[in-house]
């Protein structure tokens, strides 16, 4: 039984680095907490323009323009309230020369961008930030500078950090190759996510949450098709993974639904 807390008054800022990656990583936690009364802060930093779409683009359409539309269908689905868009350029892969570029993510001078979403933080009232862990959950260069980012947005705010990741060993036993994650790893040619033992919090939720979460990741139909998702999402996505530091926040009010919760509790 998935239980809602109230959390009205409580405001969460999810910062992520490409359109798709708030529902593939934290759709189900993102839509929980719009159920239980927080306000939820979307803050996307690239637009994905590096991306090339699967999809026929209208006239005049750009790749950039269709995934900002993908995004905004995705975060009314998952109960965004506010979408704020950092409009830094895809950096694409490690070792391309999109990442040199002046405005590409990886090459923002990070406590400005940092700075910024201190701002939204702080205009929001926001005491809980998600963000990607250090290793940017597959090493993407985007993904290791929203880490920085996040990890300096929280300092500056005082926020509860909640760094967002995937459990590789959980993957590995009741999904293998059946996440996004897994391609997405092996076109950086990089390892992903942690071990069990490294991972605090997982959240989960009930069937209307996955079909809400699959909704969510085929909204982003440029990239993804329906070949992409299995048909029993549970097992890949049934779970969204965080690494905290200090004192329980708002998203472990969600219930912990981590292997050894029980165990960590007890030896805490």
């Known amino acids: 039984m998935i239980r809602t807390p109230d ?3 409580h405001t969460v800022l999810g910062l992520h680095a490409h359109p798709d990656d708030e529902s593939i990583f934290t759709g189900i936690t993102l839509r929980r907490l719009a159920d239980a009364g927080a306000r939820v802060v979307l803050v996307m930093a690239t637009n994905g323009d590096m991306g090339e779409s699967r999809t026929p683009l209208g006239a005049g359409e750009t790749v950039a323009r269709r995934r900002v539309t993908e995004l905004e269908e995705s975060a009314a689905l998952l109960g965004v309230d506010r979408l704020v868009l950092l409009g830094r350029r895809d950096s694409g892969l490690p070792g391309w020369a999109s990442g040199r570029h002046p405005l590409a993510l990886a090459a923002a001078e990070p406590l400005a961008l940092a700075s910024r979403v201190a701002e939204v933080a702080d205009a929001e009232g926001a005491d809980t930030l998600i963000y990607d862990d250090e290793s940017g ?13 996040g990890a300096i947005a929280a300092e500056l705010t005082g926020a509860t950090g909640y760094r ?32 069990t033992a490294e991972i605090t919090l997982a959240v989960t939720g009930d069937q209307r949450h996955l079909d809400i979460k699959r909704a969510a990741i085929a909204a982003h139909s440029s990239q993804i098709g329906p070949e992409h998702l ?4 549970a097992p890949a996505y049934g779970y969204e993974w965080f690494v905290r530091s200090g004192r329980p926040g708002v998203l472990d009010a969600l219930g912990n639904a981590h292997l050894l919760a029980g165990t960590m509790a007890a030896a805490a």
Do not use: C, K
């Open 230 to 233: 299995p048909a029993d999402l």
């Open 137 to 149: 959950i597959y090493g993407h260069p985007d993904h290791r500078m929203a880490h920085t980012v």
């Open 7 to 9: 959390l009205t008054g």
């Open 164 to 195: 967002m990741t995937v459990d590789r060993e959980h993957l590995h036993l009741a999904a293998p190759d059946g996440h996004l994650v897994h391609s997405a790893a092996r076109s950086a040619q990089v390892g992903f996510g942690r071990t």
